[in-house]
Antibody
Framework: QVQLVQSGAEVKKPGASVKVSCKAS????????LHWVRQAPGQSLEWMGW????????KYSQKFQGRVTITRDTSARSAYLELSSLRSEDTAVYYC?????????WGQGTLVTVSS | DIQMTQSPSSLSASVGDRVTITCQAS??????LSWYQQKPGKAPKLLIY???NLATGVPTRFTGSGSGTDFTFTISSLQPEDIATYYC????????FGQGTKVEIK
């Protein structure tokens, strides 16, 4: 079965960067898109961007353009989300999700806390 | 950017009640809409895709309808395990989620 396993919780200071990983199994990694979605405490879901598992093509939400980088390592069957210039408002649970249009399978989430 | 307006933001209903949630897109998204269920502390779970198609393993009491800009999600007979927050999401252009509807038992 499809599994997306994310890295553990992070605590970062304002201005720092964070890199979250998402390791995939149970499907052909290069045949599917992986999305990154975040959820601040008590808030809705917010799409950040995607990466094509095959050619590595990326697309980002305009809100995060310039601060977010999504990469993948096909040999490791993993995708990565890097968010820079962190501020308190970036405190959230970050999810990876597999899917083209809709998001069929989700990781367990990674809590990133930004605090001085 | 496409905006998704979901209503109501919360509702309270009795077990066995019919529950309806609406989602309106700021522009025509054809049929490219999904519905997700999220329970506290858990990742979202896909329920409906392409506006009306039930995802694998999802109970048939969940249905979706609509196209263009107006969409509806219905639970035909609310069960205790349906207590959750429900989100719509468009995928016509990039991705956008609605604000969510918290469903509680009366």
């Amino acid at each position: 079965q499809v599994q997306l396993v994310q890295s553990g919780a992070e605590v970062k200071k304002p201005g720092a960067s964070v890199k979250v990983s998402c390791k995939a199994s149970g499907y052909t990694f290069t045949s599917h898109t992986l999305h990154w979605v975040r959820q601040a405490p008590g808030q809705s879901l917010e799409w950040m961007g995607w990466i094509n598992g095959g050619d590595g093509d990326t697309k980002y939400s305009q809100k995060f353009q310039g601060r977010v980088t999504i990469t993948r390592d096909t040999s490791a069957r993993s995708a990565y989300l890097e968010l820079s210039s962190l501020r308190s408002e970036d405190t959230a649970v970050y999810y990876c999700a597999r899917g083209g249009g809709t998001m069929v399978d989700w990781g367990q989430g990674t809590l990133v806390t930004v605090s001085s | 950017d496409i905006q998704m307006t979901q209503s109501p933001s919360s509702l309270s209903a009795s077990v066995g009640d019919r529950v309806t949630i609406t989602c309106q897109a700021s522009q025509d998204i054809r049929k490219y809409l999904s519905w997700y269920q999220q329970k506290p502390g858990k990742a979202p779970k896909l329920l409906i895709y392409d506006a009306s198609n039930l995802a694998t393993g999802v109970p048939t009491r969940f249905t979706g309808s609509g196209s263009g800009t107006d969409f509806t999600f219905t639970i035909s007979s609310l069960q205790p395990e349906d207590i959750a927050t429900y989100y719509c999401q468009q995928y016509h252009n990039l991705r956008t989620f609605g604000q969510g509807t918290k469903v509680e038992i009366k």
